[in-house]
């Protein structure tokens, strides 16, 4: 026969099972949502990271772009039918005056431009270097002086404006800075700026 108390204790411990099942099931379910949480929040650090990398690449590229194509723009007086088929896949320089022909990037800067606010710089060229047109640069080419090289004379130096105008012998330093946004999926943007130096013997 059994033992009256023990039965009461037996009845009075069925509960406690229950109990504590319920709550490890409950911290169970509180550490899964942490970890998912944790892991939702790692994969879109993880994917901002690459976009802001992707933006700055991409400003990058269009800064070396423009930097391989100035010198011999410059040397050549404007754009030469095979300079412009020299033109990476998705470049183009754009047309601001409207005439219908693409700018010459070493004429003075646009009027109101500031060397040191870039929100003032007007849009020289674009680089998409995507498949899917998510990745870009806008390019900004502002000339910053133009001075003789030692030892040359002073020949028509009143600034490169075309033709004929250039200083005699060792030739004209002529600088620029080429500002690039850099632009990628997701809102990410990056600037790049550079110092560019041309040296005119022509």
Known sequence: MQNPINHRL?????????????LLLLVLTLIAV?????????????????RKSDSFQSAESGQEVV????????????????LTNSFPA??????????????????????????????TFTQDATYNNSTN????????VLKTQV????????????????????????????YFMIHSEGSAKGSAKNSTQGNFRAVVRN
């Open 67 to 82: 930097s391989d194509l100035l010198d011999e723009h410059i040397f050549e007086h404007g754009w030469t039918t095979g």
């Open 90 to 119: 998705g470049f183009a320089i754009n047309d601001k005056d409207g005439d219908g022909n693409i700018d010459d990037l070493y004429e003075d800067n646009v009027s109101g431009e500031s060397l040191t606010d870039a929100t």
């Open 133 to 140: 047109g998510e990745i870009n640069a806008d390019i900004a």
């Open 34 to 50: 942490t970890s998912m949480q944790t892991t939702t929040m790692d994969f879109r650090m993880s994917a901002n990271l690459a």
């Open 147 to 174: 001075i003789p090289a030692t030892g040359s004379g002073n020949t028509m130096l009143a600034g490169y404006q075309g033709l004929g105008k250039s200083a005699a012998s060792s030739g004209t330093h002529m």
């Open 10 to 22: 037996n009845q009075s411990q069925t509960g406690y099972v229950l109990v504590i099942g319920l």
